[in-house]
């Protein structure tokens, strides 16, 4: 069964302004929709991000593979490493951590990988989730993902989850995101206040729901000195501290100092990075995440070689749509060793989506796997050619945090460490 068509859609959907260590979230996310059409008239799709770099190397990649086996999997990577060369594609945010072509290709060809996995699914009659070696779990737990936020964007009306700038307002949107999808677990994205406010909110949090595991997380903006200092001050209250620090070895240095486990998704993003990451302890939790570790059958690789070594597993998140979700999904469900809820973006979006209603849902906080062979999902063109549009509109190319936080604060600094 050979590819025929490839289809690569870019889309633009209306994102809150969460704030971050990069700045804070611009008024539209952009994503890129790949759909794979086979000779057979089957047709799987992908999803990945929408940065304009990105977006052009996706579609140099969909020309080139054209004619591939939907069964070729190192065929068709072969094909995207050629294709990619010695580039390097960079974020503007550098909330993931360091580019590389490794970690280039890997992003490139994960979307194609994805859609094929969704086409093998349906010529089987089976869920991707038996494809990567069958469920250990019927539905996956995530966190409530919390972010401090303004109440709108400049110049527009309050959105509906309005202000989160202190720990009364963190608490306040937790307790509309556990209570609207049931979460068993909090995350709070820190690294936007200096670390006595965010440590006030976590403690905030931890009297609120004294039975939800909590993890923070400030990309990487604390020094060794800081990270060590507020890891401490929160033994017994955190699951893990998320890259409190940047690189392996300033990693390391903390983790030998605190008591809870260290995460990350920024230091350890390629398997290259993993010899040194064991060697010296730096983590206890790696945040896996597809879209930059290759795709599924890739990742569920990396699972199995973390399990060998003790690190646990978790899984990063983005601003995403519900091919991601379902992608995610059906990964963590045939993956033993994630044992602590991914994180998603997913409640953020407020119901846009490129994906018909009714296969993804959470209950008590967690998304059952999808019905159906394949992802499971299917594709709302009239959503579709809506978010389209709205790429074509709204003016944004690349995700700009930093530019836009200064836009509105022109003192605003995304240095590292910033305390």
């Not at 799709?45 to 070729?72: F, K, M, P, Q, S």
């Not at 494809?131 to 964007?153: E, I, M, T």
């Not at 976590?202 to 729901?209: H, P, Q, V």
Request: proline share 7%.
């Amino acid at each position: 069964m050979r590819i025929r068509e490839i289809n690569v859609t870019p889309v633009a959907f209306r994102d809150p302004p969460l704030l971050n260590a990069a700045g804070v979230h611009e008024p539209w996310a952009l994503r890129t929709v790949v759909e794979v059409v086979t000779d057979e008239g089957l047709t799987g799709l992908g999803e990945t991000y929408g940065d304009l770099d990105h977006l052009v190397r996706v579609r140099d990649a969909a020309e080139a593979l054209i004619g591939h086996d939907v069964y070729g999997h190192n065929a068709m990577y072969a094909t995207v490493a050629g294709l990619v060369g010695a580039d390097v594609v960079t974020d503007l945010h550098g909330l993931t951590g360091t580019s590389s072509r490794a970690k280039t290709v890997d992003r490139i060809f994960s979307p194609f990988e994805v859609a094929c996995l969704d086409i093998r699914g349906k010529a089987a009659g089976r869920p991707v989730v038996d494809l990567l070696g069958g469920r250990v779990r019927d539905a996956v737990p995530y966190s409530a993902y919390l972010f401090y936020k303004w109440a709108g964007h400049p110049g527009a009306p309050e959105d509906g989850f309005g202000a989160a700038l202190d720990p009364e307002g963190v608490v306040e949107q937790a307790r509309l995101l556990i209570g609207r999808y049931g979460f068993r677990s909090i995350k709070l994205k820190g690294g936007v206040y200096p670390p006595e406010q965010e440590v006030e909110a976590i403690r905030a949090l931890r009297e609120a729901f004294p039975g939800h595991p909590l993890r923070l997380d400030p990309n990487a903006v604390w020094s060794v000195e800081t990270s060590i200092r507020v890891g401490r001050e929160l033994d017994g209250v955190l699951e893990y501290l998320e890259d409190p620090t940047e690189g392996i070895e300033g990693m390391a240095r903390v983790a030998a100092e605190v008591p809870m486990p260290l995460a990350t998704n920024m230091c350890v993003v390629t398997p290259e990075h993993l010899p040194e990451a064991v060697r010296r302890n730096a983590i206890g939790v790696l945040l896996t995440d597809h879209h930059y570790w290759g795709g599924l059958v890739r990742s569920a690789h990396i699972a199995t070689l973390c399990e060998t070594f003790g690190i646990e597993l978790s899984m990063h998140s983005n601003s995403h749509l519900g091919i991601s979700l379902a992608a995610m999904t059906h990964l963590a469900a045939a993956t033993p060793s994630v044992t602590h809820a991914c994180d998603t973006h997913t409640p953020w979006q407020d119901g846009q989506d490129v994906v018909a209603p009714g296969a993804l849902r959470f209950v008590d906080g967690a998304v059952p796997v999808p019905d159906g062979p394949g992802l499971g999902v299917e594709l709302d063109r009239d959503a579709l050619a809506i978010m389209n549009e709205q790429y074509e509109k709204c003016g944004v190319r690349s995700r700009d945090d930093t530019t836009y936080m200064r836009s509105v604060d022109p003192s605003f600094s995304a240095r590292r460490p910033r305390w």
